[in-house]
């Protein structure tokens, strides 16, 4: 053998004269393989004046002085070109392209940056088999490549878990996500053993649940005690509803439902469009609709389809009283009309107006 079986460098033979040759050779062999740099690919047509040292993938046509070399490495020394057949797995860097390339026994393909499908990957931290990929860092960015960026959370069936789970010291404190259903849910825990559903949002309905995992409303709120607390807590809104819930209709606020901000203990219905309505039916469409006013569980009036009763349960009239009615001493009011009535303190008497002039009653 007279060459070396991959680079195909020359032996120097046993008693051989002129030894230098031989290894001159050589060395021309490696300082074109070796840090291997192209200054073109597919190249068909020698530089006019070309350079020591610089080298040329050469195309399947070349003409001039690569004529008869397709597919070769040529490179120009000692006043000569020289060429050099590449084989399966050469790598060599593209300076035009500023790119890697490797010969695949075709072409000079670009090297990618894929990595195949390794088993798991660890970045700065140590894989497992639970958690095939790791990264230990301060920050992780997923950014677009085009107009946008989506994150898939995937799983093989509704009764499995697409979730994230947030942890503190490798416990669990809060998960969102699909946990064992298709409902979206947040839930909490304190100390990673006991879990608390915050909210749920229905798949079917897309009814949001706040201690129930069921919700049958849009907005359902359930629970042993269950409260929807609205609070200003430095009355910054003044005389406006400073907690309220604000009630829309076709973009445009049409009422208020709160507790005004200079104001204790009091609260307001505020209907902004117009006379304020409250219909029975289109509270509770029963046939024993009802509306009830009660103070500290005391029910103080009633409105039914019959009528308002006012220490009745059952009004049969517009407005029935079921108790003692007082009325206070008072001045005469003025501007009266037909049917005003006052107690007149001076007569003790209660009076009654008849559109002309006040008549006592009794």
Known sequence: MNSSPRLSLPYIAPAQAQKHITHNEAIHQLDLLVQLSLEATQAATPPAVPQNGLIYALGPAP????????????????NAWSFTVP???WRAWDTPANMLRVWDGSAWAPVTSEIGT???IGINTAADTVNRLALASEASLFTHNGAGHQIKVNKADTDDTASLLYQTGFSGRAEMGLAGNDDFAIKVSADGNAWADAMVIDATSGDVGFGTTSPDYNV?????????ALEDRNGVMGGAMSAAIRLFAGGTEHGQL??????TGTMHLRNLQG?????ADALNRQTNSLIRFAVDSYEMMRVRPTGVGIG?????RSLHVGDVMRLEPSPTPS???AGDIYFDAATSKLRCHDGTTWRDLF
Do not use: C, K, R
């Open 63 to 78: 003409t001039g002085a690569w004529a008869g070399n397709p597919e070769t490495l040529a490179m120009w020394s000692e």
């Open 87 to 89: 084989q399966t797995g």
């Open 118 to 120: 390794p088993d798991s």
């Open 220 to 228: 359902h709120v359930a629970g042993t005690t269950s409260y929807l």
């Open 258 to 263: 709160g507790f005004p901000g200079t104001t």
């Open 275 to 279: 006379d304020l309505n409250i219909e």
């Open 312 to 316: 009745t349960l059952s009004p049969v």
């Open 335 to 337: 501007g009266p009309a």
